[in-house]
């Protein structure tokens, strides 16, 4: 399974930089979202890299991308899970 899929969030800010001008009002801060969309993803492929690297001792399973929500509705996601 592959983990570096773009989510849409990551399109649309995407998308977003590609076209707003250099004058636009919201431009430094939708760059700066997307380059942290960027770093993230980034940070994700090499860690799903290093992972496929490692010889584990016993049967193990990895799951990418878990999500999970708590009581309150908050969402809490980890690039993976072993």
Known sequence: MQINQKSLHYLFIESLAN???KDDLDTAA???EFYRL???LAGEMKLQ???TEYSFKNDAQIIYNFEC???KG???QM???I
């Open 30 to 32: 939708v760059k700066d």
């Open 69 to 71: 929500k708590n009581e």
């Open 74 to 76: 908050s969402t809490h």
């Open 19 to 21: 076209r707003l001008k």
């Open 49 to 51: 890299q290093i992972l």
């Open 38 to 40: 960027e770093a993230g």
């Open 79 to 81: 690039d993976a899970l």
